[in-house]
């Protein structure tokens, strides 16, 4: 089981490699044709702030989707989560208790969550989707009549704060995505989780304890929620019911455009974090070069679309990533590189 | 499984990385491509100026127009009534909204429009929640925008001047009066709102409240029902209040969608004519039950006339000529408007309500 992870890891992740050159090209266009989305790279990070919330909730999913699994309701756990904070705010707790209360709340969904899928077996789609109608609900009648808004500066500070140039909610999202890439790319947890999506089985038989593993996943998943909920209340000095419902499909998105396969079993959670920064540049940089959201949502569509259609032909067509088919095609035309090309075919 | 490859995969790889890149730049430069655009049509509109004249010059000015969300018909003819009086203002209205009807989403058009290249003078929204946009009209405020809004406010200090809609008051009366005319002021209404944190909803429903509780003690508000602004759940939630109280006299939806889901509910339960409906909504979703005389009663305002008044005001805020609060001003065919703090910080209240009829509907386009 090591062995297999062993030798993906190791390898120069391509669709990684082809996300960032898009990356870079994208912020080298929006930066040469929009006179204000650059400002000397301080816009540029200012502009993060706007998709972090998205990107943590793509963390969790990614994680979920890897073993085959899928949390709807992480979104509506944000929601909750924000609406926990905002409340707790204006009711006087102080900052650190309240924003512990609003991540417990979405440990404990992602708990209940990963309880029910793993102990009594029922499909996470199901399950997920009844407990977002449930946080939802929840979120609604704790905000009531007027959801809370109008937060300290200090709370503020955790959506809208800068530390030097650098947001501070960007920092969180980086710290969040190196604990999330290191746990699941270098821990036995990690490769556990892409075993259960890839052949639960067989995972089951080579000692793996999946149960386990999945209550762990959809915990991480709550959690994550829980924080993104957090930031979407400092970011927006309000809180409402629907604050980070709308986030669940791009926060998805960023998942597939990651390359991670929706059945699970492959994919890095590295390249999700890039896909993160890709899709949240394009959309942010189209609005600011004026085009309508209409035309922003119409485009993002065609560029997954795209990104996806090409991926699996790619692979299709040769049975491996991209870079590997790169390599293979540079092999042939190079006789010194015979050693790298049987090495590569042996897989 | 790599035993037969061939050039052929290559080529794939290739042709793969190449279109990758091509849609991108494709998509981008066709963005840049309309983006040239919208300068020019500005130019345009601006009336016979000199080629290629920069926006924003000679007086020129640029309004956008940020609805809760596009292709709403009352927010349509906002911004048809803009575009009206426009050319003479020396105007160019910018329509752009959200795809959704989400305060977020609507928070990153503004925040699009304040940092692009062409920034407009002025931004007059329609707000989807009174909190999520307060930080991007901020921003647009410390970038030098002056920022209006129309039909939903956020809180005050986010923004210069708010046109309301109609007197919360003047609405409230207007729809139990109507109500009393044709039922009598005994018995039972049910409320059919929005959401339950709809701010100007929840006006409404306490406008009604204080009228009946002054004047017809006899009238009762029954339980109140969330149709969530869509057709569907508002039928379901009408159908309940209609089922849950034998003795209701009439409905009261107060939201756009709330009409239409509340009318197919009285008609499906063969209540027409027997149970009242007393609306606030436009025209044109309602026409059919106008000619089949369910629909007793329907208000609102002049939205066209609401879009002018838009203008009007955009074009004094630009010039600096709009007066504070207290004071009051001329709009062009519109007629005199005074500003007031009641009930929010430099409020222009737009009209009383208007009534739809059997005989006047035909009137209005929205």
Redesign the interface.
Request: aromatic share 10%.
């Given at each position: 089981m090591t062995g297999i992870a062993l030798a993906r890891r190791h390898r120069v992740p391509a669709w990684g490699v082809?996300l960032t050159?898009?990356l870079v090209?994208?912020l080298f266009?929006?930066t040469l044709?929009?006179?204000?989305?650059a400002e000397g790279g301080k816009?540029m990070l200012v502009l993060t702030e706007?998709f972090v919330p998205t990107g943590i909730l793509a963390l969790g999913a990614a994680a979920v989707i890897l073993t085959g699994n899928i949390d709807l309701s992480a979104g509506a756990t944000a929601s909750l989560s924000a609406i926990v904070v905002g409340s707790e705010l204006q009711h006087g707790t102080g900052m650190g208790p309240a924003i512990l209360y609003a991540i417990g709340i979405g440990v404990a969904v992602g708990l209940f969550n990963g309880l029910v899928v793993a102990l009594l077996g029922i499909d996470s789609l199901l399950v997920t989707l009844a407990t977002q109608f449930i946080a939802t609900s929840l979120a609604?009648s704790i905000?009531?009549?007027?959801?809370p808004?109008?937060f300290s500066p200090a709370f503020q500070r955790l959506g809208?704060g800068l530390v030097g140039v650098i947001p501070v909610s960007l920092l969180i999202f980086a710290v969040l995505s190196v604990v999330v890439v290191t746990v699941v790319t270098y821990t036995g947890f990690g490769r556990a989780l892409a075993l259960i999506g890839y052949n639960r089985s067989a995972a089951e038989y080579s000692g793996i304890r999946a149960r386990s593993v999945l209550v762990s996943v959809f915990t991480l998943s709550g959690s994550l929620a829980g924080v993104a909920g957090v930031i979407?209340a400092a970011?927006?000095?309000?809180a409402?019911?629907?604050?980070g419902t709308?986030l669940l499909l791009p926060a998805i998105t960023c998942v597939v455009l990651g390359g991670v396969d929706i059945f699970g079993g492959r994919g890095r959670i590295g390249e999700v974090v890039v896909a993160v920064f890709v899709l949240g540049f394009l959309?942010?940089g189209?609005?600011?070069?004026?085009?309508?959201?209409?035309?922003a949502?119409m485009?993002t569509g065609?560029?997954l679309i795209?990104?996806l259609i090409?991926?699996v032909?790619?692979e299709r067509?040769?049975?491996?990533t991209?870079l590997a088919?790169?390599r293979?095609?540079v092999g042939?035309r190079t006789a010194a590189r015979r050693p790298l090309r049987s090495l590569?075919?042996r897989? | 499984m790599s035993t037969r490859k061939k050039a052929g995969k290559g080529t794939v790889v290739a042709a793969g990385i190449v279109a990758a890149v091509a849609l991108v730049t494709s998509a981008c430069t066709s963005g840049a491509n309309a983006g040239g655009g919208n300068a020019p049509t500005g130019g345009a509109s601006g009336g016979g100026g000199t080629g290629g004249a920069v926006v924003n010059n000679n007086g020129d000015m640029t309004l956008a127009i940020v609805p809760k969300l596009l292709g709403l018909s009352v927010f349509e003819a906002n911004v048809k009534g803009a575009k009206q009086v426009a050319p003479n203002l020396h105007m160019n209205v910018n329509y752009t909204a959200s795809v959704k009807a989400s305060g977020p989403d609507q928070a990153n058009v503004i925040t699009g429009l304040v940092k692009s290249n062409n920034p407009p003078k002025v931004i007059a929204y329609s707000a989807n929640d009174p909190t999520s946009e307060v930080p991007a009209l901020q921003a647009a405020k410390a970038a030098g925008i002056k920022v209006i809004g129309f039909d939903s406010d956020v809180t005050a200090s986010a923004r210069d001047y708010f046109i309301q809609d109609t007197g919360y008051p003047e609405m409230g009366q207007a729809l139990i009066d109507a109500v009393v005319k044709k039922f009598g002021s005994s018995g039972t209404v049910g409320i059919l709102s929005s959401t339950k944190d709809a701010t100007i909803q929840n006006e409404w429903i306490k406008a009604m409240r204080d009228y009946i509780s002054s004047k017809y003690p006899d009238l009762k508000i029954g339980p109140i029902g969330y149709g969530q602004s869509n057709q569907a759940t508002s039928q379901t939630q009408a159908t309940n209040l209609i089922n849950s109280n034998p003795d209701l006299k009439a409905l009261i939806p107060i939201d756009g969608a709330a009409v239409p889901g509340a009318l197919a509910a009285v008609k499906a339960l063969g209540q027409a004519g027997k149970i009242g409906v007393f609306g606030i909504g436009d025209p044109n979703p309602n026409r059919q039950y106008f000619a089949d005389g369910s629909l007793t009663g329907l208000f609102l305002w002049d939205e066209v006339k609401q879009g002018q008044l838009i203008a009007y005001v955009a074009r004094m805020v630009a010039d600096g000529k709009m007066p504070a609060s207290g004071g009051s001003f001329t709009a062009g065919d519109l007629g005199t408007f005074t500003v007031t703090n009641d009930p929010a910080p430099n409020t222009i209240i737009f009209s009383k309500p208007l009534e739809f009829t059997k005989d006047n509907y035909a009137q209005y386009d929205f």
């Open positions: 082809t050159l898009v090209a994208e266009y929006f044709t929009t006179r204000h989305f816009g706007q609604t905000g009531g009549e007027s959801p808004y109008n809208t979407l970011y927006y000095n309000s409402r019911d629907d604050i709308t959309t942010q189209l609005l600011i070069q004026g085009r309508s959201s209409l035309t949502t485009i065609f560029v795209g990104a090409i991926k032909s790619v067509a040769a049975g491996e991209l088919a790169t293979r095609l042939q590569l075919d897989e | -």
